[in-house]
């Protein structure tokens, strides 16, 4: 019946581990500590065939507990296993250097610990049990020469049966250094058979380097009558190869208790080892490319501002449109760019820099020496070029570029924390400008994203208080001059700073993903200011609401428009959709999909600033749309402007080619009302015909000519 201790100072885990130990073997019995110190004090008198033991406890932890049980005098061979943290392998390496057999990770998988501990158990029965016959066959041998000889002949044959199940290398030597003992396997690692070994000296079998270091153990041994604490030794086996034993060596004793031989157990532990030497290299790399990661990155920061004299660069860096890759060819593809990223970055810096993965598409580079922006600008240049080139992936070739951040040492920060978010300060305004390209940092950035920083949290709290509110621009039918649709205008009503307009806050509301539920909040209030409209006198009006490409990223658009709709009992003809045309969608045929599923449902979609994108006329013909909005801009100096003048003619042609009703925006004087009617402008939109209002200054019932201004 094996006694089996388990040490540890939480409760619930005490228990938890007792029961599993309990259910190792039949018969087994646990003995729960929750105190080292009492536990240490009972082994005084009792010795455990296994100690299980935490790793952390408030009075010392489970490599001091490892090493006291091998300070003891019937410790020194008990297995002692040490439960720990998997991300954090310094304590388990600590607590082996003490003496422990071996480690568990927690949270513990039950049928590895059943296993390891049976193992573990297995073993030491074996040692007991080898230990207890070689002293049994020397007190017997003490009896009579023709008895110890007839002993010695039976017993070693019975011994060496026993000893050659074991899965350990075992031998024993005299205090001559020569072989009395030696197992199967043992002879098997040196290349021989035990007869051949035995009565011979310890070099034979494990060559001279080797024996002079065991058989300085086996002195103390000697010298002592007690074991010696377990330790690692790295061997070549019979094929060359290198293996790592976790050697244990214990005194053999004769009848009056004197040292007769010492007998060495080695234990293979070499896949035990490359699983540790693994667990090390993860937790100090990234997995995908193989480069540093994060906390070495804080080490060499760390390590590099403690010391003043010294300068360096250090730069962020974010792959454009990775995001891209991912959703439209896969997770596999976009590891294979995040591989081929790093090797081009590390090829591109060769030894002078170490490069970090921080997570996802982000990469850091720590540049030592670099003392002036110009240094750092090359090398940034040159970390763009490298990726110029477009990478072959599996089936698709795909182009990248990436935004770099730059921070210098000690001129933007004396602290590592400091300069890595400044380094990502400088990656988002180089992002913000255009993408591909690289920024230095500079104090108004750190302004800047303190402010945002507040706009954000002012942000959550306007929609959670209800602080937003709409406006409402009236949209006029130029030949019947009555009022068809107002546009919704989000405004801010801050606390302090009173009414904004979108512009100071819908980037950080992109930035920080409150896009959606504040678009989510206007496409709601505008549906309900419809539905009331549409049932007073003078009739329904069509309500306009600007969509942000990001809730289409999302997804659940129709279903969104649809909840709204029939939330507020508004007929869909009378919603409007407005997507801006300098606006870019990362997946355009998911987004037609959901915009032909809109058009079905009856919603009607227009196209808002129209003209001043990269692509107008591809845009308008692969977007199902019933409207166009002209841009502003094209109306301030129109009809006086000749180039305004035939662009918004030929955008007015265009549009009814197409089947399309024209709305011009900021129409502000009569002269832009008369040239645009003459075009065959269908709307017409701006301060002229009605500043943005709340919805109560708005009545979309009033007689037809005062309701948008227009001439009689």
Known sequence: MSLIVILDDRGTNRRILARLAASVEAGAEVMPFSNPVEMLEWMDENRPDLVITDYRMPQMDGAEVAARIRA?????????????????????????????????????????????????????????????????????????????????????????????????????????????????????????????????????????ARAAQSLAADARVFATGRPVPSFEEDVLDATGSRRTLLTTKSPLLDAEDHVTAVLTTSVDITERKRAE???????????????????????????????????????????DRFKGVNDVLGHQAGDRLLTEVAMRLSEAVGDEAMICRLGGDEFALLRPGMRTPREAEGLARRLLAALEEPFALPGRTVSTSASIGITLFPDDGDRADGL???????????????????????PPMDRAAREALQVEGDLRLALARGEFELHWQPQCHLRTGRMTGAEALLRWQH?????????????????????????????????????????????????????????????????????????????????????????????????????????????????????????????ARRLPVHRLKIDQSFIALFPGDRSDAAIVGSVISLGHELGMEVVAEGVENPAQLEALRTLGCDEVQGFFIGRPVPADRLDPGAAEARACRLPA
């Not at 044959?157 to 030696?182: F, H, Y």
């Not at 021989?192 to 000296?201: F, I, M, N, S, Y």
């Open 495 to 619: 606390p302090e700073r009173g009414l904004l307009n979108p512009g100071s806050f819908l980037a950080t509301a992109e930035e920080t993903g409150l896009m959606a539920p504040i678009t989510r909040w206007v496409l709601d209030a505008a549906c309900r200011q419809g539905a009331e409209w549409s049932r007073r006198a003078g009739g329904p009006i069509r309500v306009g609401v600007n969509l942000s490409p990001s809730l289409f990223r999302g997804g659940g658009v129709l279903e969104l428009v649809e909840q709204s709709l029939a939330g507020a009992g508004l007929a869909p003809d009378l919603l409007e959709i407005e997507l801006t045309e300098r606006d870019r969608f990362e997946d355009e045929a998911a987004v037609l999909k959901t915009l032909g599923e809109l058009r079905t449902l009856g919603v009607r979609l227009a196209i808002d600033d129209f003209g001043i994108g990269y692509s107008s006329l591809l845009y």
């Open 72 to 208: 003891k005098p019937n410790g020194a061979d008990v297995p002692v296993v040490v439960v720990t943290a998997y991300d954090d392998p310094e304590p388990r390496l600590r607590a082996l250097d003490s003496g422990a057999t071996d480690f568990l990770i927690t949270p513990v998988d039950h049928f590895e610990f059943r296993s390891r501990i049976r193992n573990l158990l297995a073993l030491r029965r074996h040692q007991v049990r080898l230990r207890d016959e070689a002293q049994d066959l020397a007190r017997e041998l003490e009896s009579s020469e023709r008895s110890r000889l007839a002993l010695i002949r039976e017993s070693r044959k019975s011994l060496g049966q026993v000893i050659d199940t074991v899965p350990a290398l075992i031998s024993a030597t005299d205090r001559t250094g020569r072989l009395v003992l030696v197992n199967a396997r043992q002879a098997t690692q040196a290349n021989a058979t035990a007869p051949e070994l035995v009565g011979h000296c310890l070099a034979r079998m494990v060559g001279e």
């Open 420 to 442: 890595l978010r400044n380094a990502d300060l400088a990656m988002y305004r180089a992002k913000a400008e255009g993408r591909s390209g690289f920024r230095f940092f500079e």
């Open 277 to 319: 030497e693994r667990l090390l290299f993860l937790s100090r790399h990234d997995p995908l490319t193989g480069l540093a990661n994060r906390s070495v990155l804080a080490e060499r920061l760390e390590e590099s501002c403690a010391r003043p004299e010294h300068h360096f660069a250090l730069l962020f860096l974010d792959l």
